[in-house]
């Protein structure tokens, strides 16, 4: 298992890099010795997986992970169907959209649009972020079925990320049960300072399949702006989950 670990991380940072890298770096980025890299990266050349230039000794991510990311699955779908759903959002609400979907104790996000002013949010796709300290993350944990939520809610750190973050048990129960009354979360600088976010989750109530999120500086999203925006997420979070729909065999 901390060989699979080790590779893994081998890839996630060629994926990340930009252009060619030397094992030295490799090595330094995740944390391994030279020699263990080298062997694992034997492997991983073997496998297509990672290709070296023969002039400069540098590393690459080689064409199996492409046909990875490009092979239909799930979360390529839903990426897909998404993207037509987080532009609307990104040019109505002229903040990022976001799509962000449960994985285990955090929330991964999919996808991404950036909005149109100079001044925006950027976030990462395959970045995870917590579950207690964002909208996204909390839009997802409020509509999932009681007995799993709180199979989460007994595994995960309740950190405090900012002054303004849920860092209890108790008061993250009472956050979630309105955000399932009034149907949609907030992150009021939970979990960046300067930051706020409206999330609604994809999907019936119980088993959410996704939640899409608008996020920006806090000083354009205040408080009742994110409220006027809920019931623009919530359309678009309708559109995707009968778009989803409609494609299920």
Same mark, same amino acid.
């Given at each position: 298992?901390?060989?699979?670990?080790?590779?893994?991380?081998?890839?996630?940072?060629?994926?990340? =890099?930009?252009?060619?890298?030397?094992?030295?770096?490799?090595? *330094? $980025?995740?944390?391994?010795?030279?020699?263990? !890299?080298?062997?694992?990266?034997?492997?991983?050349?073997?496998?297509?997986?990672?290709?070296?230039?023969?002039?400069?000794?540098?590393?690459?991510? +080689?064409?199996?992970?492409?046909?990875? *990311?490009?092979? $239909?699955?799930?979360?390529?779908?839903?990426?897909?169907?998404?993207? @037509?759903?987080? #532009?609307?959002?990104?040019?109505?609400?002229?903040?990022?959209?976001?799509?962000?979907?449960?994985?285990?104790?955090?929330?991964?996000?999919?996808?991404?649009?950036?909005?149109?002013?100079?001044?925006?949010?950027?976030?990462?796709?395959?970045?995870?972020?917590?579950?207690? !300290?964002?909208?996204?993350?909390? *839009?997802?944990?409020?509509?999932?079925?009681?007995?799993?939520?709180?199979?989460?809610?007994?595994?995960?750190?309740? $950190?405090? #990320?900012? =002054? #303004?973050?849920?860092?209890?048990?108790?008061?993250?129960?009472? !956050?979630?049960?309105?955000?399932?009354?009034?149907?949609?979360?907030?992150?009021?600088?939970?979990?960046?300072?300067?930051?706020?976010?409206?999330?609604?989750?994809?999907?019936?109530?119980?088993?959410?399949?996704?939640?899409?999120?608008? @996020?920006?500086?806090?000083?354009?999203?205040?408080?009742?702006?994110? +409220?006027?925006?809920?019931?623009?997420?919530?359309?678009?979070?309708?559109?995707?989950?009968?778009?989803?729909?409609?494609?299920?065999?």
């Amino acid at each position: 298992m901390q060989s699979v670990d080790r590779a893994l991380d081998l890839l996630e940072a060629l994926s990340g =890099a930009d252009g060619e890298v030397p094992i030295t770096s490799l090595a *330094a $980025r995740t944390g391994l010795h030279v020699s263990t !890299a080298h062997r694992l990266l034997g492997t991983l050349l073997r496998r297509g997986y990672v290709r070296q230039n023969p002039d400069t000794s540098r590393y690459y991510a +080689g064409p199996k992970i492409a046909m990875l *990311a490009g092979a $239909r699955s799930r979360f390529g779908e839903l990426r897909l169907r998404a993207r @037509s759903v987080l #532009h609307t959002l990104a040019e109505s609400s002229r903040e990022t959209a976001n799509l962000c979907v449960l994985d285990d104790t955090a929330a991964v996000y999919l996808e991404t649009v950036p909005g149109p002013q100079i001044v925006r949010l950027f976030t990462t796709v395959g970045n995870r972020v917590p579950l207690h !300290a964002t909208g996204a993350g909390k *839009a997802l944990l409020a509509w999932l079925s009681v007995p799993r939520r709180e199979a989460i809610l007994e595994r995960i750190e309740l $950190r405090a #990320h900012t =002054a #303004h973050t849920i860092a209890d048990a108790k008061g993250l129960r009472k !956050a979630l049960e309105e955000i399932r009354e009034r149907g949609y979360a907030v992150d009021d600088e939970e979990f960046d300072e300067g930051v706020r976010c409206v999330a609604v989750p994809v999907g019936p109530l119980g088993a959410p399949i996704a939640a899409i999120s608008v @996020s920006g500086p806090a000083s354009r999203l205040d408080r009742p702006r994110l +409220g006027e925006l809920a019931p623009l997420l919530r359309r678009c979070a309708g559109e995707l989950a009968d778009s989803l729909r409609q494609q299920a065999p």
